[in-house]
């Protein structure tokens, strides 16, 4: 069984904002910087397009 909103916070995100991406980060509790680093760190770069260059 999952715990917490799973996609509704993004779906409601995109409500707003027109560029809207993320996901449920597996093997994760509430403190996802802090609990998966390298996940958040490869989503920055790859959002702010650091992977072309």
Request: charged residues 30%; hydrophobic residues 45%.
């Amino acid at each position: 069984m999952g715990r917490g909103r799973g996609e509704a916070a993004i779906e409601s995100w995109r409500r707003v904002a027109d560029d809207v991406r993320g996901g449920v980060v597996e093997g994760c509790g509430h403190w996802i910087p802090e609990e998966r680093p390298d996940w958040v760190a490869a989503e920055l770069r790859a959002f702010f397009g650091a992977e072309a260059a």
